[in-house]
C-alpha cells in the first residue's frame, strides 16, 4: 500500500504498531464507533472473524493449507481475514490501553521458560506434556 502524505510504500519493515492502533482508532472515530468497541464486543468479533479466516480450510489437510500461498485468489481471501481480526485486535488494544508490543515481547518470554528449547523443539506438544 502507498502512504498518501509521503507516497511510499508502507509494508512491516516500516510500520509501526502505533500507527496501525492511531489509523484503527480514527477509522473507528469517524464512524462513531467507539461506544459498540466494547471489550465484550471487539473479543467476540475477534472470534468471528477468527471462525471466518478457519473457514477457508476447513475440509483440508494441513499440509494443504499451505496450498493457499500459490493460490491469489484464496490468498487475498485469507489475507482480509487475518486483516479483519488484526484490526480488531488492535481496536481491543487501544480500548485496554494495552501496549502491544511489551505484551507481545512479555509473553514470548513467558512462552519460552514453558517451551525449553531443548524440550519443545520439534513437537507439539503442550508445555505440561514436555
Known amino acids: 500500500m502507498i502512504n498518501k502524505a509521503t507516497n511510499e510504500q508502507v509494508n512491516d519493515a ?3 504498531i502505533t500507527h496501525l492502533k492511531q489509523t ?13 468497541h466494547t471489550p465484550k464486543n471487539l473479543s467476540m468479533a475477534i472470534a468471528s472473524e477468527a471462525a471466518e479466516l478457519m473457514e477457508h480450510f476447513l475440509w483440508t489437510e494441513s499440509r494443504d493449507s499451505l496450498d ?3 493460490d491469489p485468489v484464496k490468498l487475498e481471501q485469507t489475507r482480509d481475514e487475518l486483516a479483519d481480526i488484526a484490526i480488531y485486535c488492535l481496536q481491543l488494544a487501544n480500548v485496554l490501553n494495552v501496549d502491544l508490543s511489551e505484551a507481545i515481547l512479555s509473553k514470548n518470554v513467558a512462552n519460552a521458560q514453558k517451551y525449553p ?14
Open 14 to 16: 516500516n510500520c509501526t
Open 24 to 36: 484503527v482508532q480514527q477509522f473507528a472515530d469517524d464512524r462513531d464507533w467507539r461506544q459498540f
Open 68 to 70: 493457499c500461498v500459490n
Open 117 to 130: 528449547v531443548q524440550k519443545a523443539r520439534g513437537t507439539a506438544a503442550k508445555y505440561n506434556e514436555l
